[in-house]
């Protein structure tokens, strides 16, 4: 089903994208939802992101993230302290970002407040992106893996995701893009059993219970 714009509809003060005009179907931009929150407090389940980024070694990362979603890593990444700029190409995405954005900086959470104040938003396709060499010491990609054989292997969230966002192929251009400005590293989120992105094998690998996380780290 192709998106549609007129599906972007408010329910209970929450910008919700409603991919097959059904309220079941909803989905919306949540930094104070409960499994991200619990996620942030249980920062151990997680480790394996937050070593990917170069966090064990350096404190107060910039990070770019060029593949913003529906932004959970990139809060995460913020509520240990780093410096997050998000960048998202899909424009109903986009919009579903800023209205979360919005939400979050007015949320009676501490957590999430300060979290959200390390995190800046934009609009643009990352191939297109005039990025500042040197600046951003990580840059994580997270491309859209393949498509589940099981729909119920697939998260709602990454479900309507696919609607918005294919796979255009653009992958290897993505890396290649990436490795020319990231200081340190950068960090490619892939299914468990996904193929290397551009075929290009990885320094480390840090893997969680259904992803994985495949570095490349700088030659500079």
């Known amino acids: 089903m192709k998106p549609n714009a007129t599906l972007l509809k408010k329910i209970d003060g929450r910008l919700t994208y409603l ?3 059904s309220e079941k179907s909803g989905v919306f931009v949540d930094f104070e939802g409960q499994k991200l929150m619990h996620r942030v407090r249980d920062r151990a389940k997680v480790q394996s992101l937050s070593k990917a980024v170069g966090l064990k070694k350096q404190k107060d990362l910039k990070v770019f993230d ?3 979603g529906f932004g959970k890593d990139a809060f995460f990444l913020a ?3 780093c410096e997050v700029r998000l960048l998202e190409r899909d424009p109903i995405m ?4 800023e209205d979360g954005f919005s939400r979050a900086r007015r949320s009676s959470s501490r957590t999430v407040v300060e979290s959200i104040e390390r995190m800046s938003l934009f ?3 990352f191939l297109k992106a005039n990025l500042q060499n040197g600046v951003w010491d990580t ?3 997270d491309p859209m893996f393949p498509k589940a054989r099981k729909s119920a292997l697939v998260k709602k969230d990454m479900q309507v995701l696919q609607t918005l966002v294919t796979d255009d192929g653009s992958g290897s251009q993505m890396l290649a893009h990436a490795k020319r400005f990231a200081r340190n590293r950068v960090v490619v ?3 468990k059993s996904s193929p290397f992105l551009s075929e290009a094998e990885p320094d480390i690998q840090y893997f969680g219970s259904s992803h994985r996380f495949d570095v490349y780290l700088s030659r500079a």
Not at 94 to 97: D, H, M, N, Q
């Open 19 to 21: 991919p097959f005009e």
């Open 79 to 81: 509520s240990l302290g």
């Open 139 to 141: 840059v994580y990609l």
């Open 123 to 125: 609009e643009g396709d």
């Open 66 to 68: 060029a593949t913003a």
């Open 189 to 191: 989120k892939r299914g």
């Open 94 to 97: 986009f919009e579903l970002l």
